[in-house]
C-alpha cells in the first residue's frame, strides 16, 4: 500500500489544494502529496505561463498537448499544476520558472529546491 508523507507545505502549514481543475498531483488528488514512490518528487504547485510550458516541451515534457488517452486536458497559461522538483529547479536555472504557490508546495520540494528560490517566485509575492 503507497503511504502519502504527511500533508505540511514549505511554509511548515497544512497542504492546500493546488489544482482540481484540471486535477493534479501524483494522486491525481488536487494536491501536490507524494511518496517514496514519486521518484519524480511532484511537489512544486506552480501557475504556468507561456514561457514555461514552451521549455517544458522544449526540454522533453510536453505539458501543453492534450492526451485523452491518460485523461489530460493540456495545461495553458494560468492553469496550476504539480510540477517536479527538479524541472522547477531546471527551469528557475534557465531563467523561466514559472511562479509558484507556496501553501501549496510539499515540503519534500525542499530536498531538491531551497526555500529563497521558491520564495523569490512566489505567487503571493
Not at 501524483?26 to 518528487?41: I, K, L, P, Q, Y
Not at 529547479?89 to 520558472?97: F, R, S, W, Y
Amino acid at each position: 500500500m503507497i503511504r502519502k508523507d504527511p500533508e505540511i507545505n514549505v511554509l511548515g502549514g497544512a497542504l492546500l489544494p493546488c489544482s482540481n481543475d484540471p486535477v493534479t498531483g501524483f494522486f491525481r488528488d488536487g494536491h501536490c502529496n507524494t511518496c517514496a514512490e514519486d521518484h519524480g518528487s511532484h511537489t512544486v504547485c506552480a501557475v504556468m505561463t507561456a514561457e514555461f510550458l514552451a521549455y517544458s516541451k522544449y526540454v522533453g515534457n510536453d505539458l501543453s498537448t492534450p492526451m485523452p488517452q491518460f485523461r489530460f486536458p493540456g495545461l495553458k497559461p494560468g492553469d496550476r499544476w504539480c510540477l517536479c522538483a527538479g524541472r522547477f529547479l531546471q527551469a528557475h536555472d534557465e531563467g523561466c520558472a514559472p511562479k509558484v504557490d507556496l501553501n501549496a508546495t510539499h515540503l519534500r520540494a525542499l530536498e531538491i529546491v531551497p526555500l529563497a528560490v521558491l520564495e523569490e517566485h512566489s505567487a503571493t509575492a
